[in-house]
């Protein structure tokens, strides 16, 4: 029972601490104090607003959590519900709350919550220094913040890309509310890349990547190639091996010679006037000749000589 309740709040931490980073993705991305002419709400009033960006590429929901401009919420002595009332609640119901990948979302300041679920009662003077602030759903984290200067007319004041470091004042034309901040056209590659990692650990990971790659192909591809090599050297020497060859001539010699014993046996035992008994007798007498070394010493050669005897007498009178 008690590893069960240690798991369960391992996976409630756990799961605590998911929800923390997702909110972390949340940025206050852009912000404009003294609107003229820019965008107006859904009632034709334009009123100071404030843009939240979704830097992740997963979906989280910023209902409950809070933005203020009082300064006053920074103080760690206050009490959860001292530093609530300093702050304006993202109500619930509406599914624009619910950001996903690389979502904006933009909230009118100055207003009435009972008009709208994008309305919030933070205060904010046209014009003047803000400071704006982004707290999670339990009042005491703090997510995001940022310190406003004073802007003149329809002027923003931004992020130079979604969630990035650096902050900047944007012209009037420049002024990209609920949707991702503008770069401009005229940025080199180059620029581009020194304010999008800043300290280049991008490219150092991209480059040890290419190296690291072409070295794996290069130890691939060479050890394909001796296992070739080596496998095509043992089939050389396996060709040159002299008892192979031994071998195919002594079993052709011991072919040959048994063809010609039978061809012998055959032809003899065909011989008219001598009995199959005699023959034998014959080929055994020049069998031990050879073995006397008696008979002729040509190879693989059987000579057989007449030899007149007197044990064979008889036949010859009988011839007769």
Known sequence: ??????????????????????????????????????????????????????????????????????????????????????????????????MSARQHLVFFLNSNPTQGSLYITAKAESGKPLWVALYDGNAIDIIDSVSVPAL??????????????????????????????????????????????PHGYGIAVLSMGIVFSCLALLFVFFHLLGMFMSHKQTLKKASKLQPIKVAVKTGEKLAETGHKTKVILKDGLQTGGIDKEVYIAVISMALKQYQDDVHDTESNIITIKPHHTLWNAHIEENHM
């Open 152 to 197: 003149a007319a329809n002027q923003s004041y931004a992020r130079a890309a979604d969630g990035a470091a650096k902050w900047q004042v944007k012209k009037p034309e420049m002024v990209t509310p609920g949707i991702s901040n503008y770069v401009e056209v005229g940025e080199s590659k180059v620029d581009k890349l020194k304010r999008e990692d």
């Open 1 to 98: 029972m008690k590893k069960i309740g240690i798991l369960l709040f391992a996976v409630l931490v756990n799961s605590m601490s998911v929800f923390g980073q997702g909110a972390r993705n949340i940025k206050i991305n852009e912000i404009m104090t003294n609107n003229i002419s820019s965008i107006q709400d859904e009632y034709g009033r334009r009123d100071v607003w404030v843009e939240l960006a979704n830097s992740s590429y997963s979906t989280y929901n910023v209902r409950g959590m809070f933005i203020t401009t009082d300064r006053r919420a920074l103080n760690k002595d206050l009490t959860v519900s001292q530093r609530k009332a300093l702050m304006s609640i993202v109500p619930n119901g509406d599914p624009r709350t619910n």
